[in-house]
């Protein structure tokens, strides 16, 4: 496998996010976001890690770009922070949080790499937290009033971008489970918050496409392959409920499919919210989505978990050849397996694998990293988008998480998906063999 396999046009790229990366959180003029005030609180975080400095990217982006390019990466993924834009998230402009996004893209474009802007990867204004958050449907105006700002100082440089990152999880995490920012729990903070971010994505979607000439834009969705535990009608029917809820809640809304309600009925409570015009409102013609997999679910049914009458098999009980540090499962052909469920809509746009990796417990001896299981994590996995490409599946883009070893929320640090190595107390960056590895793949002059 080498990269010409995957034909000329075929973009290649590596994804971060502004709060994993940049610190500086209180300084420069940036104002406080929900995960400022959510890593605040004991207990929170593994380990009560913070990110007020995490990679220092703020400081260092040229060195870390320059990385990129020494990498051969053709593609920079990030997110910008809205509270560094816009403090109390509407109202008053920082000029200096804005000059430092221009600097970025003008140093990725003066390395000759193409920048792909997340306009929201979680990182919410606290006050606009405090007004209610993603549960108010001000949160459209709000984010409209934002996405417009950047787009008036950024439009003309930037040409990919992305709404939203990953739906399912800022909502069923952060305002369902509770175990990430804002920490709100029950559907009476989910059905409403899940809307909005739906409601958001066709609508900041319509203002990128008129404010902007012949950028191409679209928004990401996490994803994990679901299987049943077992063949039995409870676990296949739980597997369809699981689904329903984790992979295709957030993109047939987009399609025009609506919400998932036939096979979970339970959804049909995110009707409440809905407003006259809703149904329209929500369809939007992407040019183009990324999707974000790491691994596969195994689903059994259970009587004990209220509204989704499903459960997760966790992989460690089902002992698994190989555990990420995350304790997720390795299993490549996941990500086919996806690729091939989203083909299977039939207006769905052009796909992009815009997140995709793995945490190991990387160390540094000698200077070097040899971090061969993620090499064959990485290998094993392309190979599986190399299969869904070769079947003629709509699949045109594959970006690495993450540039480098950064603030993994709820993680804190103790995660490393990075192709570089970041020491946290010194602020060095080695190159692991992963990285040198997917330069050379890209360096490929046949390709």
């Known amino acids: 496998m080498v990269k010409a396999d995957f034909g000329r046009d075929f973009q290649w790229g590596v994804s971060s996010a502004a709060f ?14 929900i995960w400022d005030t959510f890593t605040s609180k004991k207990g929170k975080i593994k380990l009560n890690h913070h990110a007020r400095t995490a990679c ?47 600097r970025v893209v003008d140093h990725c474009l003066a390395q ?27 949160v459209l105006s709000w984010l409209e009033e934002y996405a417009a700002c950047v787009v008036k100082c950024l439009g003309d440089r930037v040409g990919h971008w992305m709404v939203l990152n990953e739906p399912a999880v800022f909502t069923g995490a952060g305002y369902f489970f509770g175990v990430h920012a804002p920490g709100l729990t ?18 900041i979607g319509k203002l990128l496409r008129s404010e902007t000439k012949n950028a191409r834009i679209g928004t990401t969705f996490s994803c994990s392959s679901i299987h049943p535990a077992s063949s039995s009608k409870r676990d296949m029917d739980a597997a369809k409920r699981a689904d329903a809820l984790i ?23 995110i009707e409440r919210y809905m407003a006259a015009g809703d149904e329209a409102r929500l369809p939007f013609d ?55 469920q989203f083909n299977a809509y039939p207006n769905i746009p052009d ?44 699949i045109h883009g594959y970006f690495i998480w993450t540039l480098m070893d950064n603030f993994e929320w709820a993680e804190g640090y103790h995660a490393r998906f990075g192709l570089v190595h970041l020491d946290f107390d010194t602020q060095q960056r080695t190159v692991k063999d992963s ?3 997917y330069g050379d793949f890209l360096a490929d002059a046949v390709g």
């Open 20 to 33: 994993q990366t940049e610190g500086v959180c209180d300084a420069d003029g940036k104002g406080p976001s």
């Open 56 to 102: 220092d990217f703020y400081n260092r982006y040229e060195a870390d770009i320059d990385l990129i390019k020494g990498m051969y990466i053709p593609n920079f993924r990030f997110s910008l922070s809205w509270p560094r834009i816009l403090p109390e998230g509407i109202g008053r402009h920082n000029t200096q949080g804005m000059d430092f996004y221009e």
């Open 112 to 138: 000759g790499i193409t920048p792909w802007i997340t306009l929201y990867h979680w990182d919410l204004p606290q006050s606009l937290q405090d007004k209610g958050g993603w549960t108010n449907r001000d």
């Open 186 to 203: 029950g559907l009476r903070n989910f059905f409403p918050a899940a809307h909005h971010a739906a409601l958001a994505m066709g609508h």
């Open 247 to 269: 992979n295709r809640l957030f993109i047939e809304p987009i399609l025009g499919l609506g919400y998932p309600t036939t096979d979970l009925k339970a959804l049909a409570g």
């Open 286 to 340: 992407f040019d183009f989505i990324g999707i974000q997999n790491y691994t596969r679910e195994m689903i059994r049914h259970s009587y004990f978990v209220p509204y989704l009458r499903a459960q997760l098999v966790p992989a460690k009980k089902r002992r698994v050849p190989l555990l990420t540090e995350m304790g997720w499962e390795v299993y490549p052909e996941a990500i086919y397996e996806m690729i091939k």
């Open 351 to 394: 796909i992009y694998i815009t997140e995709n990796g793995a945490a190991f417990a990387d160390v540094v001896e000698n200077g070097a990293v040899h971090d061969d299981l993620r090499i064959r994590y990485l290998k094993d996995h392309l190979a599986q988008v190399l299969r869904a490409k070769r079947e003629g599946l709509n």
């Open 435 to 437: 990285g040198k590895w």
